[in-house]
């Protein structure tokens, strides 16, 4: 006899309206037992009140709570015959009696007799748990039978997603079978009890390559995997469905192409990778094929996906970038006149280019806007006045802007700043927090500030307990990477889940501003890409956002 979903609810029946000393001390102990499933123990006490003549109402009640122990027994054949009188009987409780009738007639098999009667059940909750059940137990049903009977019950939304699921997995179809699939897909992509109501991911990263058939564990890559690796566990270990299946996109289109003819792939909610730009094409088109949301980790380039509807960047892009960079500025009022440094990736080379634009059009003027290198970074601060035989009086500029990540641009800055008396605000990514050359507490004036970029809570608890949780694992602390991988894992199971549903978008746009569990949070309303970017300074040690 196959495993199906029994959801054993009690309800209070109308019983609490009667006294407690009117109700038998034995009969109340079973009810105790059924509901701590002991259903051995609460089975004769349930078959002793079962007169009628002798117990009145009591005896229908027994009765019910006797089914419902031999549902916990898995005994369908006997719990059957109890409840067929309670489903056509109108009585309080009759939806919930055709609800555990159903449950009986599926786990004995009789699954036509089990959906008829779902057809038949009012109350909206029940139905939605009934439609569950269906999924549950007929998700291992023949095609054969789901594409004939599509008809009778395609209002059944279990129904519809087993048919999807045993479709899917099917790798030969008659014609009629071939339509009922295509028919399905078109219906509803994303609805909910289309899916098995495990939240099914896909990563899909060059954990190899460049010829070399080892996993690099000391690069970005792994670090990031490690992070979404924890995330699964500690998500798992919350109660939380979810399956992760690892692909390897080796850095060869070949192997990516793959991938993506590979069936897990489409039956996955999310996609998270892969990295590089030319792999990312062929995923992201794959994704709008299938309507199967593709998040990229790490970028900040939305331009090359203007017209997708389902590839995502996690973090901002670089158009938000620049609205929280002009929005911190205005509200701070430092001065109208900004030099711009911005360092090689393409990242920084827009990001520079949609500043240039946006600032003087809120009033701001642009002294100097070069590109930085490790040999010109000193040059460049001190052509702007930024020298250690002046002080800020004679800087050109009432803010200096430096786009990179680059650590070998950002270790001559920084060195240079150690050594200068200069109080004027110099921005720069979030990334500079993490570099182990940087002591921003050592400073003479706290001119630094934070570029938000999904930047990290380090003071939060829940930071503190995944450094912890990191530290015991692997034997050292986090980097960025794994903890923007754990955050990653967080973000989507907070929108994707059987409560929740699985539409993305609807999800993303519903909740708007969601508060993060290592960050300092998201908003995808109406957005592929995170829209939330502060602007943070350091006190006493904590980041905290200027406004």
């Given at each position: 006899?196959?495993?199906?979903?029994?959801?054993?609810?009690?309800?209070?029946?109308?019983?609490?309206?009667?006294?407690?000393?009117?109700?038998?001390?034995?009969?109340?102990?079973a009810l105790n037992q059924l509901q701590a499933k002991n259903y051995v123990a609460a089975i004769p006490v349930f078959q002793k009140y079962l007169d009628a003549s002798s117990y009145g109402q009591l005896a229908d009640y027994s009765a019910y709570h006797l089914a419902e122990a031999?549902?916990?027994?898995?005994?369908?054949?006997?719990?059957?015959?109890?409840?067929?009188?309670?489903?056509?009987?109108?009585?309080?409780?009759?939806?919930?009696?055709?609800?555990?009738?159903?449950?009986?007639?599926?786990?004995?098999?009789?699954?036509?007799?089990?959906?008829?009667?779902?057809?038949?059940?009012?109350?909206?909750?029940?139905?939605?748990?009934?439609?569950?059940?269906?999924?549950?137990?007929?998700?291992?049903?023949?095609?054969?039978?789901?594409?004939?009977?599509?008809?009778?019950?395609?209002?059944?939304?279990?129904?519809?997603?087993?048919?999807?699921?045993?479709?899917?997995?099917?790798?030969?179809?008659?014609?009629?079978?071939?339509?009922?699939?295509?028919?399905?897909?078109?219906?509803?992509?994303?609805?909910?009890?289309?899916?098995?109501?495990?939240?099914?991911?896909?990563?899909?990263?060059?954990?190899?390559?460049?010829?070399?058939?080892e996993i690099a564990t000391d690069g970005f890559v792994y670090e990031l995997y490690e992070g979404i690796d924890l995330g699964v566990e500690a998500l798992k270990a919350q109660g939380v469905k979810i399956n992760v299946r690892t692909f390897d996109t080796k850095r060869d289109l070949?192997?990516?192409?793959?991938?993506?003819?590979?069936?897990?792939?489409?039956?996955?909610?999310?996609?998270?990778?892969?990295?590089?730009?030319?792999?990312?094409?062929?995923?992201?088109?794959?994704?709008?094929?299938?309507?199967?949301?593709?998040?990229?980790?790490?970028?900040?380039?939305?331009?090359?996906?203007?017209?997708?509807?389902?590839?995502?960047?996690?973090?901002?892009?670089?158009?938000?970038?620049?609205?929280?960079?002009?929005?911190?500025?205005?509200?701070?009022?430092?001065?109208?006149?900004?030099?711009?440094?911005?360092?090689?990736?393409?990242?920084?080379?827009?990001?520079?280019?949609?500043?240039?634009?946006?600032?003087?059009?809120?009033?701001?003027?642009?002294?100097?806007?070069?590109?930085?290198?490790?040999?010109?970074?000193?040059?460049?601060?001190?052509?702007?006045?930024?020298?250690?035989?002046?002080?800020?009086?004679?800087?050109?500029?009432?803010?200096?802007?430096?786009?990179?990540?680059?650590?070998?641009?950002?270790?001559?800055?920084?060195?240079?700043?150690?050594?200068?008396?200069?109080?004027?605000?110099?921005?720069?990514?979030?990334?500079?927090?993490?570099?182990?050359?940087?002591?921003?507490?050592?400073?003479?004036?706290?001119?630094?500030?934070?570029?938000?970029?999904?930047?990290?809570?380090?003071?939060?608890?829940?930071?503190?307990?995944?450094?912890?949780?990191?530290?015991?694992?692997?034997?050292?602390?986090?980097?960025?990477?794994?903890?923007?991988?754990?955050?990653?894992?967080?973000?989507?199971?907070?929108?994707?889940?059987?409560?929740?549903?699985?539409?993305?978008?609807?999800?993303?746009?519903?909740?708007?501003?969601?508060?993060?569990?290592?960050?300092?949070?998201?908003?995808?309303?109406?957005?592929?890409?995170?829209?939330?970017?502060?602007?943070?300074?350091?006190?006493?040690?904590?980041?905290?956002?200027?406004?």
């Amino acid at each position: 006899m196959r495993r199906i979903l029994v959801l054993i609810f009690l309800i209070c029946f109308g019983l609490s309206a009667q006294s407690q000393n009117s109700v038998p001390v034995d009969y109340q102990n079973a009810l105790n037992q059924l509901q701590a499933k002991n259903y051995v123990a609460a089975i004769p006490v349930f078959q002793k009140y079962l007169d009628a003549s002798s117990y009145g109402q009591l005896a229908d009640y027994s009765a019910y709570h006797l089914a419902e122990a031999q549902l916990g027994l898995q005994a369908y054949s006997k719990a059957i015959p109890i409840l067929q009188p309670f489903a056509s009987k109108s009585w309080k409780n009759q939806n919930e009696s055709k609800y555990l009738l159903s449950l009986a007639y599926f786990g004995n098999d009789q699954n036509l007799e089990a959906l008829r009667l779902i057809k038949e059940i009012k109350d909206e909750e029940i139905l939605k748990k009934a439609e569950n059940a269906s999924f549950e137990n007929l998700k291992a049903a023949t095609p054969s039978f789901l594409v004939s009977n599509l008809d009778e019950f395609k209002e059944n939304g279990g129904y519809r997603g087993a048919l999807r699921v045993v479709l899917s997995s099917s790798t030969v179809l008659s014609a009629t079978e071939r339509a009922a699939f295509f028919e399905l897909n078109a219906q509803n992509a994303n609805d909910p009890l289309a899916r098995d109501l495990i939240l099914d991911i896909a990563v899909m990263l060059p954990f190899t390559g460049n010829g070399s058939s080892e996993i690099a564990t000391d690069g970005f890559v792994y670090e990031l995997y490690e992070g979404i690796d924890l995330g699964v566990e500690a998500l798992k270990a919350q109660g939380v469905k979810i399956n992760v299946r690892t692909f390897d996109t080796k850095r060869d289109l070949n192997q990516v192409q793959q991938i993506l003819n590979d069936p897990v792939l489409s039956r996955s909610d999310i996609i998270l990778g892969p990295i590089y730009p030319d792999e990312v094409e062929l995923v992201s088109a794959f994704a709008e094929s299938k309507q199967i949301p593709m998040v990229h980790p790490l970028s900040n380039l939305a331009d090359r996906f203007e017209n997708r509807k389902f590839t995502y960047l996690f973090r901002p892009s670089v158009e938000y970038l620049a609205e929280g960079i002009v929005s911190s500025l205005k509200k701070q009022n430092w001065g109208d006149s900004v030099a711009i440094g911005s360092g090689g990736s393409s990242r920084d080379v827009r990001l520079a280019e949609i500043l240039s634009q946006r600032l003087p059009e809120e009033g701001f003027k642009i002294v100097r806007n070069e590109r930085v290198t490790p040999n010109n970074i000193r040059d460049f601060l001190q052509g702007i006045g930024i020298r250690s035989s002046l002080d800020s009086v004679a800087v050109d500029a009432n803010q200096v802007i430096l786009l990179t990540d680059n650590p070998n641009i950002s270790q001559p800055a920084f060195f240079l700043m150690e050594s200068v008396t200069s109080t004027v605000p110099i921005l720069v990514m979030d990334s500079w927090l993490g570099f182990n050359f940087t002591n921003f507490e050592m400073l003479e004036f706290p001119n630094f500030y934070f570029i938000g970029n999904n930047s990290v809570n380090f003071m939060g608890e829940a930071m503190q307990n995944f450094r912890n949780g990191f530290y015991e694992r692997y034997s050292i602390y986090p980097s960025v990477n794994a903890s923007t991988g754990r955050e990653l894992v967080y973000w989507v199971a907070a929108n994707l889940s059987d409560s929740k549903g699985f539409d993305f978008r609807k999800n993303l746009d519903q909740a708007a501003f969601q508060n993060g569990r290592l960050s300092w949070g998201f908003n995808f309303q109406n957005s592929n890409s995170n829209q939330y970017v502060p602007v943070f300074k350091l006190e006493m040690g904590e980041l905290k956002p200027l406004n």
